[in-house]
């Protein structure tokens, strides 16, 4: 247990849907980073907020965007579904004010969607 | 950008000792992680270099050499539940605190744990 929860665990959109997730992030933890897992690859870098700030992104079009609320869970979503955005997306919260030690990402389970 | 580099299948036996490798090319370096997956489960962080050396945590051990873009992840005593994908991920960033730090992961290594 990491203390990162996602919601929800599965689920399934239709192309040209739009979708929510959702990810309450450790307790003490003010970063929360979103990541897309394919089959088969390691996870993605989508974009990370601070503070209810995005402060660094990779390379995902606009259509995926995001937020933090104050008390620092966040959400991710995806407009303008495609085929290709079924994937596993995780959630990683983190606390970087710490320091060299202790600024580890602890994952949340993640959430299986599948795009139809 | 980012390239980390590491095998992506090994097979090992159990009892065995088996070291996985990663390179990685970046500019910003503040750290390397070792996490661990299992099919269909979300990754658990292992282990932490950000100075060179060898970190040392019970039956895993992970080693960092900045200058060689090299890192390495030791298993020892190996069990069948240490069948899993492990993954070398890079962080960058401009400060220890706060701030934008982009964490970057390879693809993984499918370890499979053979009796």
């Known amino acids: 247990e990491t203390g990162v929860t996602q919601s929800p665990t599965h689920l399934i959109k239709t192309r040209g849907q739009q979708v929510t997730l959702r990810c309450s992030s450790q307790?003490?933890?003010?970063?929360v980073s979103w990541y897309q897992q394919a089959l088969g690859q390691g996870p993605q870098f989508i974009f990370q907020?601070?503070?209810?700030?995005?402060?660094g992104r990779g390379n995902f079009p606009p259509r995926f965007s995001g937020l933090q609320f104050p008390n620092y869970s966040s959400e991710l979503n995806v407009n303008a579904l495609e085929l290709d955005d079924s994937a596993l997306y995780l959630c990683?919260?983190?606390?970087?004010?710490?320091?060299?030690?202790?600024?580890?990402?602890?994952f949340g389970q993640g959430t299986r969607l599948t795009v139809v | 950008g980012q390239n980390i580099d590491q095998p992506t299948e090994m097979t090992a036996t159990e009892g065995a000792i088996v070291q996985i490798n990663c390179t990685y090319q970046?500019?910003?370096?503040?750290?390397l992680f070792w996490y661990q997956q299992h099919a269909g489960e979300a990754p658990t962080f292992l282990s932490y270099?950000?100075?060179?050396g060898l970190e040392e945590k019970g039956r895993f051990s992970s080693f960092l050499s900045r200058s060689k873009g090299y890192s390495y992840l030791l298993l020892k005593e190996l069990q069948m539940k240490d069948s899993a994908s492990y993954l070398c991920?890079?962080?960058?960033?401009?400060?220890?605190?706060?701030?934008?730090?982009?964490?970057?992961f390879g693809t993984g290594t499918k370890l499979q744990v053979i009796p």
């Open positions: 907020y601070y503070r209810e700030e995005e402060n």
């Open positions: 970046t500019s910003g370096f503040n750290g």
């Open positions: 307790s003490g933890h003010n970063t």
């Open positions: 991920a890079v962080r960058v960033g401009l400060s220890n605190s706060g701030g934008y730090q982009k964490v970057t």
């Open positions: 990683a919260s983190s606390a970087p004010d710490r320091g060299r030690v202790g600024t580890e990402a602890f």
């Open positions: 270099n950000v100075l060179d």
